[in-house]
């Protein structure tokens, strides 16, 4: 299995900041890379895909970069609704893998 | 705007076998994706079980395999995780899942918290 590893692990901000979560594959994905969006008590949500397409009615602060073994998810200004835990998830071979989370608190 | 909505019991005993059904909300869509299950253990990451296309088409993680069966049933629009010799390690909230490709999730179910306890 193709292991995903993100870092931080958890991060505190402020409201406006811009704020980037790293994820790195265990070996190259090329661009199969998907990032979600996780409220406490709720299902996540599709952020990106394809490491850098934004999904229909996701924020435009939100974007996506990064290609093979290592990516980037930024957040420019950062809003009250965006404290989440964030998870990446590469879609590239079966089985599909998650990182470990991200979550992002308030400062 | 497609919904998914999982059912089945809550607790279940460690040995036995976790059952879940998952409703989809628009049978026009079914052939289009996958259908599959993702849970996610108190407090801990998102782990992806395994999906059904409504064909029949099966993708199992190995690391569950041989205690799993993903079916779908085309005249119910449902689908179905039987998970078998459950321990407490199988704690953890369920989520049903539409998937392209079997691997990216666009739509969730809102989650059943199945706990494995005597």
């Known amino acids: 299995d193709i292991q995903m590893t993100q870092s931080p692990s958890s991060l505190s901000a402020s409201v406006g900041d811009r704020v980037t979560i790293t994820c790195r594959a265990s070996?190259?994905?090329?661009?199969?890379l998907n990032w979600y969006q996780q409220k406490p008590g709720k299902a996540p949500n599709l952020l990106i895909h394809?490491?850098?397409y934004l999904q229909s009615g996701a924020p435009s602060r939100f974007s996506g970069s990064g290609s093979g073994t290592e990516f980037t998810l930024t957040i420019n200004s950062l809003q009250p609704e965006d404290f989440a835990t964030y998870h990446c998830?590469?879609?590239?071979?079966?089985?599909?893998?998650f990182g470990q989370g991200t979550k992002v608190e308030i400062k | 705007q497609v919904l998914l909505q999982e059912s089945g019991p809550g607790l279940v005993k460690p040995s036995e076998t976790l059952s879940l059904t998952c409703t989809v909300s628009?049978?026009?869509?079914?052939?289009?994706?996958?259908w599959g299950w993702i849970r996610q253990p108190p407090g801990k990451g998102l782990e992806w079980i395994g999906s059904v296309s409504n064909s029949g088409t099966t993708y199992y993680n190995p690391s569950l395999s041989s205690r799993l069966t993903i079916s779908f049933d085309a005249s119910k629009n449902q689908f179905s995780l039987k998970l078998s010799s459950v321990t407490a390690a199988d704690t953890a909230v369920f989520y049903c899942s539409g998937e392209l490709g079997g691997t990216t999730v666009h739509y969730w179910g809102q989650g059943t918290l199945v706990t494995v306890s005597s």
């Open positions: 394809a490491a850098s």
């Open positions: 628009d049978s026009s869509v079914t052939s289009r994706y996958f």
């Open positions: 998830q590469q879609s590239h071979s079966h089985p599909p893998t």
């Open positions: 070996q190259s994905i090329s661009d199969n």
